[in-house]
């Protein structure tokens, strides 16, 4: 491997500019290859790798010689077959971006995938990695003293027009507590070290995209609901979603509760959505609360800001692309979020639709 390592990228639409934005910022990288189908998107890319080869497929990608890895970010019902493409042309170290797999139906050609793919798979979820998310995950052990009880709400806009309006149906996108909520079931399992049991939640599409129709059809996504998780270990999460809540100080507010006290993550939204007449956004936060009485404790975590400016999610994509490069370098073994983690955490999100949409509690053993 030389010094540069060469990245192919599939699909450059909103996520995968972000992509191109934040790979620029480290050195020794050189996006080589991009495949993406909408013409305008295609030429934006150049914007952030000057000199790629566009092509016109995944095959002819792959047949671009100098490659080291490759970076999935086209629409999610595409990630299982463009994963499967890889593994019968070249099998490159991979990231592939949330959600993994948008079908219970893809399950089995997942299990395949993973049982015969010979190189790592890093599966993208941005979350982990906001740095007051990543302070809580590191500190919420000697805070808690450890987890019982875990709550993550996230009030915020609704979802942004893409290419092809593919994000306005359940089909293409999972639904919403698929698409957009495999990071918080991620930070769940991650958080409470545990498998999920049992999922009851209660949802739907109530304000957003009602007027809104795409050649004859209305949108299906919901925007909103309260979702509750049981844990093997006796945890107990829950995640509270408005998608009609844009204007919030703090887009996703975080808290994890145990025997010793408390510890919370503030998180703003990203940048270009403040109202400038508000002034100065807000800073993330990190509060951790004993239950003794001497008050909260409250810690601004500052974040550079020209990763802010590279993308919507609070700088984690440069660290999540950072961690991902060592990998193809070498530098350490395995990816930290595992095809394993994405496959829970699109299961956990399937169960969470099932359960608002049939009104009962779903066990994981169903869909297992």
């Known amino acids: 491997m030389s010094d540069i390592i060469h990245y192919g990228i599939i699909g450059c639409g909103m996520m995968g500019q972000e992509h191109l934005r934040n790979i620029a910022l480290l050195e020794g990288t050189r996006v080589s290859a991009i495949f993406e189908p909408d013409a305008q998107m295609a030429a934006d890319s150049l914007t952030f790798a000057p000199g790629a080869k566009l092509v016109n497929s995944v095959e002819a990608l792959l047949a671009v010689e100098d490659l080291d890895c490759i970076l999935i970010a086209s629409p999610n019902f595409r990630h299982v077959e463009q994963l499967e493409a890889l593994a019968a042309t070249r099998p490159l170290p991979v990231l592939v971006e949330k959600p993994l797999f948008t079908d219970a139906a893809h399950l089995a050609r997942l299990d395949a995938f993973r049982a015969a793919y010979p190189a790592p798979v890093w599966v993208a979820m941005e979350y982990r990695y906001m740095p007051p998310v990543a302070t809580l995950l590191t500190e919420a052990e000697a805070a808690t003293g450890g987890i019982r009880m875990l709550t993550i709400r996230e009030h915020r806009f609704p979802f942004l027009e893409k290419v092809g309006d593919w994000n306005r149906f359940n089909r293409f996108t999972g639904g919403t507590f698929v698409e957009k909520c495999c990071h918080f079931f991620d930070l769940m399992r991650l958080a409470l070290k545990s498998e999920p049991l049992r999922v009851l939640a209660s949802g739907g599409m109530d304000v957003n995209h009602l007027d809104e129709t795409y050649e004859g059809e209305t949108p299906d996504i919901f925007d909103n609901g309260y979702v509750i998780v049981d844990f093997a270990n006796g945890a107990r999460a829950m995640l509270e979603l408005c998608m009609f809540a844009e204007g919030s100080r703090y887009q996703e507010e975080i808290s994890a509760v145990g025997p010793k006290g ?54 984690s994509t440069f660290y999540q692309h950072r961690g991902f490069l060592e990998m193809v370098r070498g530098q350490r073994a395995q990816p930290e979020v595992s095809l394993e983690d994405g496959r829970m955490a699109v299961l956990m999100g399937m169960a969470a639709q099932r359960s608002m949409t049939e009104h009962r509690a779903v066990d994981l053993a169903e869909l297992l």
Do not use: C
């Open 262 to 315: 408390k510890i919370e993550a503030h998180v703003p939204g990203p940048g270009r959505f403040w109202p400038a007449h508000l002034g100065a956004a807000p800073v993330p936060q990190v509060v951790v609360s004993p239950r003794a009485p001497q008050g909260p404790q409250v810690r601004d975590i500052p974040v550079d800001p020209t990763l802010l400016e590279a993308g919507d999610h609070n700088g």
